[in-house]
């Protein structure tokens, strides 16, 4: 076999291991985690947020050149209230940021039933189901910014 076979043969392979249906489990339950352990190991420095006691600089570059907050400013700090339990302070951040977060974690958190389950296809919402929450979301965010602006 050559070279160039071989190498066919293993794209073809990862090809389908990344239509697996164990693939987008895995990945939801990786990005539940990421999103809740990244913002539960920030934490709320007064308007900001910190890393082990080190304050992280503001990264958004549309405030840094308009002075205006972008829509999804606010969000770092509204994820690390939300993993901390402070509802009504993160959603003063950024509304549409708290139930990004929510949906985030409890996806992550419904993959990890499926993983114990082992069933990746348990109390999967149609794609119907999640292209309307998509859309109601980016109104929303968009919406909650126009208000903050």
């Known amino acids: ?80 209230h939300l993993a901390r339990g402070h509802l009504l302070t993160a959603f003063g951040y950024n509304p549409a940021a708290s139930l990004l977060f929510v949906a985030l974690v409890g996806t992550g958190a419904l993959a990890a039933v499926r993983v114990l389950r082992r069933d990746p296809a348990w109390n999967r919402p149609h794609p119907a189901l999640v292209a309307v929450f998509a859309a109601g979301w980016l109104g929303f965010l968009y919406a909650s910014w126009f208000v903050r602006v």
């Open 1 to 80: 076999m050559s070279a160039l076979a071989r190498l066919e043969a293993r794209l073809d392979a990862l090809g389908l291991a990344l239509m697996s249906p164990w693939t987008r489990v895995v990945a939801e339950l990786l990005l539940g985690a990421v999103v809740y352990t990244v913002s539960a190991v920030l934490a709320p420095d007064g308007d900001a947020v910190a890393l082990f006691g080190v304050p992280v600089p503001m990264m958004c570059g549309y405030r840094a050149r308009t002075g205006l907050p972008c829509p999804l400013c606010g969000a770092t700090r509204a994820f690390v």
